[in-house]
């Protein structure tokens, strides 16, 4: 293990910053769980950080020589509010950073890649965690879950593409291992399950699982792009249609033996999450 400085968990409200925050506390580390409204969090520090409010990145950096970072929701640009945040975070003196990015974003993509592509410049000691779609977005709030809940049918632009979904609890384990291991990864890390399953597969699943019959309905891109900028930025959303289309084209079929090798233990497959998360009335 590292030394026993402070750890900064930006969105430690969040589905992988709250996961990683509990397994940092668990383990003894000291944590300083940021979000906008800095709500409390069992066995850290709380703090009040908004990635456009630059004037909380000090009170959340002090005494912080390693962070967490998750990007702002649903932003295009997260560059222009996080590299100003990770300069002062280098000079306040964080050591270490783990980002939070996608598979679909490699370090020379639009959005998050940005950030990926400075992050080595900026600290010695860095890891860019490149997890799958998430398990979670099938089971918690995430407009899919609400959808499976309310009308029983999953709708995507994805075609019979398959994608190696990967559940948030094996990110924040590799997240911990990133953030407190004696050598950071200093490299990209792709995260997935243990299979590429279709949304077809997903729906059968869910329907197992619950009793409750779940459908795939298949969009056209320009379908799920103006569902979306219903509810989002019209930029933002045809990012997500155009990654459904990518899944569509087989760019997320794939898994990587990341989490195995960083945990130790193999990853969890959608159907384990599922009874987890499923079973318990959600």
């Keep these: 293990m590292t030394t026993s400085g402070t750890i900064l968990v930006i969105g430690a409200t969040g589905t992988t910053g709250g996961r990683t925050a509990a397994r940092l506390t668990a383990a003894g580390h000291h944590v300083r769980a940021a979000s906008r ?32 970072l998750v990007p702002p929701l649903g932003d295009p640009d997260p560059a222009a509010v996080m590299l100003p945040f990770l300069r002062q975070a280098r000079a306040a003196g964080v050591r270490r950073a783990v980002l939070l990015g996608s598979s679909a974003i490699p370090a020379d993509g639009p959005g998050v890649g940005a950030v990926h592509r400075a992050l080595p410049e900026l600290f010695d000691q860095w890891a860019v965690l490149r ?41 924040a384990a590799v997240a911990v291992h990133a953030l407190t291991d004696d050598r950071a990864p200093g490299t990209d890390l792709v995260l997935t399950g243990p299979q590429a399953l279709g949304y077809d597969d997903i729906a059968a699943i869910v329907t197992e699982v619950t009793g409750r019959p779940v459908t ?54 959608f159907r384990e999450v599922a009874e987890r998360e499923l079973t318990r009335g959600g």
């Design 131 to 171: 997890p799958s779609w998430f398990m979670q977005n099938f089971t918690g709030t995430h407009m899919h879950a609400r959808s499976i809940r309310e009308h029983g049918v999953i709708l995507t632009a994805a075609g019979s593409g398959r994608v190696g979904f990967v559940d948030a609890d094996d990110i």
């Design 37 to 68: 409204r800095a709500t409390p969090v069992p066995g850290a520090q709380p703090v009040r950080f908004d990635w456009y409010d630059p004037g909380t990145f000090g009170g959340a950096l002090d005494g912080t020589d390693r962070v967490y």
């Design 216 to 269: 795939h309905q298949p969009l056209t891109y320009e379908r799920m792009r103006d569902r979306l900028a219903g509810q989002l930025p019209l930029e933002f959303a045809e990012m997500l249609a155009g990654m459904d289309r990518a899944i569509a084209e087989g760019a997320e079929d794939r898994t990587t033996d990341t989490v195995q090798r960083l945990t130790g233990r193999p990853p969890h497959s």
